[in-house]
């Protein structure tokens, strides 16, 4: 919790923020928040757990209702921001503000290549590999949710998504 109150303090002081949800669907309309990650600079990024089975979550009505008065006029960056600000809205946390959707950004450089998965723009613009999420989920019938991952391990996994929207 106290370190909670340090990562609003520290988004009233920032000017942009990126974010990124993860989610127990694909389906904006249906998902649940499992956890929100939040980058404000490139040396570092922050995830906060509201929905996974194993751990100590945060209240997930008092993270976004904290969060929604914090981002207020803050430039939120992120990737198919469309999905994460369905998600936030479906649960209370409606955002209005400007913003930086670093997959639009990916299609109006480069039109034709059909590749505007974050792991696709972070290896081509930043050459760097990121994590692939089937190392937590799995894949076929042994698939989880992501509410089932680990917490420790989903951290690095979602900080690691809104660094690299950040540094995009």
Same mark, same amino acid.
């Given at each position: 919790d106290n370190d909670f109150a340090g990562l609003l303090k520290a988004i009233e002081q920032a000017d942009k923020v990126s974010l990124d949800t993860e989610t127990t669907s694909l389906d904006p309309l249906t998902a649940e928040p499992v956890g929100i990650s939040i980058c404000l600079d490139v040396e570092r990024a922050y995830y906060i757990t509201v929905g996974h089975s194993l751990a100590n979550n945060l209240d997930k009505k008092m993270v976004l209702s904290r969060l929604k008065e914090v981002l207020a006029g803050k430039t939120i960056i992120g990737h198919n921001l469309k999905y994460d600000l369905t998600v936030l809205k479906m649960h209370g946390c409606e955002l209005s503000n400007p913003l930086f959707d670093t997959m639009l950004a990916a299609y109006i450089l480069d039109p034709g290549i059909n590749q505007y998965s974050l792991d696709q723009c972070a290896l081509k613009e930043l050459c760097y590999v990121m994590q692939p999420i089937t190392?937590? /989920?799995?894949?076929?019938?042994?698939? /989880?949710?992501?509410d089932l991952v680990d917490a420790n391990k989903a951290c690095f996994y979602s900080a690691e998504d809104a660094w690299a929207a950040f540094r995009l």
């Amino acid at each position: 919790d106290n370190d909670f109150a340090g990562l609003l303090k520290a988004i009233e002081q920032a000017d942009k923020v990126s974010l990124d949800t993860e989610t127990t669907s694909l389906d904006p309309l249906t998902a649940e928040p499992v956890g929100i990650s939040i980058c404000l600079d490139v040396e570092r990024a922050y995830y906060i757990t509201v929905g996974h089975s194993l751990a100590n979550n945060l209240d997930k009505k008092m993270v976004l209702s904290r969060l929604k008065e914090v981002l207020a006029g803050k430039t939120i960056i992120g990737h198919n921001l469309k999905y994460d600000l369905t998600v936030l809205k479906m649960h209370g946390c409606e955002l209005s503000n400007p913003l930086f959707d670093t997959m639009l950004a990916a299609y109006i450089l480069d039109p034709g290549i059909n590749q505007y998965s974050l792991d696709q723009c972070a290896l081509k613009e930043l050459c760097y590999v990121m994590q692939p999420i089937t190392e937590l /989920i799995g894949t076929g019938k042994n698939q /989880i949710t992501f509410d089932l991952v680990d917490a420790n391990k989903a951290c690095f996994y979602s900080a690691e998504d809104a660094w690299a929207a950040f540094r995009l």
